[in-house]
């Protein structure tokens, strides 16, 4: 029978291909609310039905109602409320679905061989993929197919695996065709003898095992885990021996922009909008990035809000009302507000925001609301003022950072008495390699070279920063300002302390540790002060409290911080370890992106903080000696 085929898009279509326009049309009329990304793969879906034929692209109906069949047909979910019903494709999984394996090129063979989906989690991403699995497993005419569920680690590969088997286990009519190894609930591989194929699953450390995969289809789960392309590239390389193999890979949205997941995320994206520079509102312009990538990314359009705005939260969750209801995501969003450490992960699961930090130091709003356009050299020429310095060698960013007290402000406090607590200007200055800033944006994956171009960060030439250059501009801040102290953590410093001094410039070098298990020691002159005056011994600085009282300030309105996307940056990026008095501290190696002049900055406030009372003392009414309860 020959198969049908549709390469133009009109009111005569086959059934498939009706539903799957029907999606799109829907998406793009505004019937059914979608996202940027996917509005533009239903653009790119009707744009391939007109003009597809001739890149040699045709639609194959017939296949496209096959995989519809078999899922709807012969596949049973699992487990609570969907327990042994039929899998009923969603429109939006009967256009995911349709167009992977509808799509063909001029020599039959299918013309997708990647698909990548970023959805929000719970919405059967899993089941969707275990059933793609399964169809290729016994119904896609591969003799010897090897279908891999794959994911970075062993035990998040047995999920999606696990969701077919109980697919089978539902379905007596694929159960009597297949076979198990394993017992009960500890099955590693699905066996369909008649064609000689199976279906298991398989993590990064299978693949250092080196024994050859030959995928047909391979699906990545949760891509946002993978370390790096270990397993998903030696699976790739096995795609070699098959006529039409498919990486499917499925994810919730990541927190780390280095990754592979990032990489696949902006590919998807590139591809869906038809170009390689997509604006802020990704429009749709059409070009060929890539015709074998099928692309579905949820995501919120820049604006939306929801937090705020539940109209949105189906651009992220496409089954919203099928799966997930709105009362479970409202009281996500509840969470969400109530518990600040469980921001990102909320906004990156439920929502599709890649966030900066997998938890957030503080909300975004907070920081924007103390962020001004100020010259500080105008408004505080002369003033008494706090540095940290975080020194680099060839990768870091090295930093300096400058805090200058401007004053008290008062506070109130739950029992009615008010606080009278210090204010503060503070800014960043960052320096990074000349030589290596266009490979270093690469590998950072941040506008480095136009932070370069805007004065937000310094490039001298050469491969790393000499620290004859941050001196000099120590000595430069230090003949407008009055430089106090100088916090400084001991890598590489008593160099750039010779360099410093060695312009002239007079102030305390005060130890500043990174980590959060040390405090530094306190200055003998302090001790001797302290003792003669009768106060306590003063403690020396550390992390955990320059952190606290940088998070306080910022919080009440009391640091004024000059805008800077470096600095903003780093703060939405901040990682931290904790310790059981839940003391936290910055850790470089764990942050998605770079960090040094927010560490910087803490190291600033800590010093000009350092032995000076954060908070006079409460003030009453009773202070007033005319005051009385029958005047008030």
Same mark, same amino acid.
């Given at each position: ?6 390469? *133009? ?22 019937? *059914? ?70 799509? #063909?090129?001029?020599?039959?063979? &299918?013309?997708?061989? &990647? ?5 929000? #989690? ?92 030959? +995928? ?10 993978? +370390? ?89 969750? +496409? ?46 709003? *907070? ?8 010259? +500080? ?20 960013? *090295? ?15 739950? /029992? ?35 932070? $370069? ?41 008593? #160099? ?20 959060? #298990? $040390? ?57 931290? /370890?904790?310790?059981?008095? /839940? ?13 040094? $002049? ?16 954060? $908070? ?17």
């Amino acid at each position: 029978m020959k198969k049908r085929t549709k390469t *133009t898009c009109s009111t005569e279509v086959w059934p498939a291909l009706r539903r799957i326009n029907a999606y799109a049309e829907a998406v793009l009329a505004g019937d *059914t609310i979608a996202g940027p990304h996917v509005r533009n793969a239903c653009r790119r879906h009707l744009d391939d039905l007109a003009t597809g034929a001739e890149r040699g692209l045709q639609f194959d109906d017939d296949a496209a109602q096959r995989v519809f069949r078999f899922f709807e047909e012969r596949l049973k979910l699992s487990e609570g409320q969907f327990e042994g019903r039929p899998f009923n494709l969603h429109p939006s999984q009967a256009f995911k679905l349709g167009s992977i394996f509808g799509w #063909k090129k001029a020599d039959g063979s &299918r013309r997708f061989r &990647r698909a990548y989906i970023e959805e929000g #989690k719970g919405n059967g991403k899993s089941p969707f993929a275990g059933g793609v699995g399964l169809y290729g497993l016994m119904a896609d005419n591969e003799a010897g197919a090897q279908i891999y569920a794959a994911a970075a680690k062993k035990e998040q590969a047995a999920i999606l695996f696990q969701d077919a088997v109980r697919m089978v286990r539902a379905a007596p009519a694929l159960e009597e065709r297949l076979k198990f190894s394993g017992g009960l609930g500890r099955e590693f591989n699905i066996a369909h003898h008649r064609s000689g194929s199976f279906f298991r699953p398989i993590s990064k450390d299978s693949g250092k095992s080196g024994s050859g995969p030959r +995928p047909h289809f391979a699906l990545a789960d949760e891509v946002h885990e993978h +370390p790096d392309r270990t397993t998903m590239e030696m699976l790739e390389r096995g795609f070699k021996f098959r006529r039409q193999p498919l990486l499917l890979m499925i994810t919730n949205s990541g927190s780390d922009r280095n990754t592979v997941c990032r990489e696949e995320h902006e590919h998807a994206v590139r591809v869906a909008a038809g170009t390689r520079e997509p604006d802020d509102d990704f429009t749709y312009v059409g070009e060929v990035i890539d015709d074998t990538t099928f692309s579905y990314v949820c995501a919120l359009d820049k604006d939306d809000d929801p937090l705020e705005d539940p109209a949105c939260w189906v651009k992220a969750n +496409p089954l919203l009302g099928t799966i997930l209801t709105d009362d479970y995501l409202a009281g996500v969003v509840a969470q969400a507000k109530q518990i600040p450490g469980k921001l990102n992960g909320i906004l990156r699961l439920h929502f599709c925001k890649w966030t900066d930090a997998d938890k957030a130091w503080m909300p975004r709003a *907070t920081v924007e609301a103390v962020m001004d356009d100020f010259d +500080p050299e105008a408004e505080h020429d002369g003033s008494p003022a706090f540095l940290g310095v975080d020194l680099s060698g060839s990768k870091d960013i *090295t930093a300096l950072a400058c805090v200058v007290p401007t004053g008290f402000k008062e506070m109130q406090r739950d /029992d009615g008495t008010s606080v009278s607590l210090p204010t503060f200007d503070a800014w960043v200055e960052a320096w990074t390699p000349g030589n290596t800033l266009r490979a270093r944006a690469l590998a950072d994956k941040a506008p480095y070279e136009q932070w $370069v171009a805007d004065g937000w960060l310094n490039a001298p030439p050469g491969p790393r920063i000499r620290f004859d250059y941050v001196a000099a501009r120590v000595q430069q801040i230090d003949q407008i300002f009055d430089i106090r102290a100088i916090a400084y953590d001991k890598y590489a410093y008593d #160099k750039f302390r010779e360099e410093v001094e060695a312009l002239g410039v007079e102030a305390e070098h005060v130890p500043h540790p990174q980590g959060g #298990k $040390v405090r530094a020691r306190p200055s003998e002159a302090k001790v001797e002060a302290a003792k003669a005056a009768g106060s306590p011994i003063p403690q020396g600085l550390w992390m955990p409290g320059s952190v606290s009282a940088l998070e306080d300030m910022i919080i009440d309105g009391r640091i004024r911080l000059r805008r800077s996307p470096v600095l903003m940056t780093a703060l939405m990026g901040a990682t931290f /370890d904790r310790d059981p008095q /839940d003391n936290r501290w910055f850790v470089k190696p764990k942050a998605s992106v770079r960090i040094d $002049v927010a560490v910087a900055l803490c190291m600033a406030v800590g010093a000009a903080t350092d032995g000076a009372p954060n $908070v006079s003392q409460p003030t009453s009414p009773w202070d007033n000696p005319n005051y009385s309860l029958l005047a008030a």
